[in-house]
């Protein structure tokens, strides 16, 4: 039996589990500062294939990635641009073979680090270099894209685009919020909550939210008030372990398993749809979250 899609699985009303933070377990695997870490989906899929398999094993219902700098763009850096489709394809295959046939691969695309408003690049420049990502996806095996971190609606919705017009994946689009002296969320970009997430629905996202850049207890914040100006869109929350603190010159994010599953129950009761983590957070924190979920009957 074909596996139900993501967004068919939100309609009964359970609250799905995603995973945790990739780039702390390459640095811990052994990635080197200014190492490309998609290519490790080439060079070193076993150590990919174990990130994937550490969060199904800790009750993820979908799994990310390897592939959240694979724009053409970002590879350009290290000379790889020529060869996003094939790491692309690797990272999405990585993937499914650790989520076997009933679980969901959501494959990752961040920005590219090129500005729409200062006319470094083109909006078809954008749409190509998703569109690459996109169709490689698919090819892999991926359930859905998860465009995420981003700031600007313009190149969001260029991404959104790209995934929609050229594959059948669900389509998933989550920004990056700050919270102003004014107590307001923007992004980067100064766009608000519902205004980013209206773009991303217009552009045709299946499924809208919030990504890295703030704890839980913000996101509840940012999921309310996309909740209060959409009743039916499904909503992701991936938040980070706590807001980083400078410890002795390294960047540590304080909340435990433990801190985070207390906040959960609120998020999902704010509205969020699928629970995962970011920045800090680990197979343990994802645990934690599931169990306290499940302990509530909101968990799948």
Known sequence: MARQKITEALKTGKVLISDGAWGTFLHKKGLQPGECPELWCVERPAEVLGIAKSYFDAGADMVETDSFGGSSFKLAHY???????????????????????????IASIGPTGKMLVTEEVTEEELYDAFKTQAVAFEKGGADAACIETMSDTAEASQAVRAVKENTQLDVICTFTFEKTAKGEYRTMMGVDPVTAMNAAIEAGADIVGANCGNGIERMIDIVSQMRSANKDIPILVHANAGLPQNVNGEIVFPESPQDMAALAPRLAAAGANIIGGCCGTTPEHIKAIKDILNMEGKAK
């Open 79 to 105: 000379r790889l641009d020529g060869r996003a489709a094939e790491i692309n394809e690797a990272a999405a295959r990585i993937s499914r073979e650790a989520a076997g046939d009933c679980r969901w691969v």
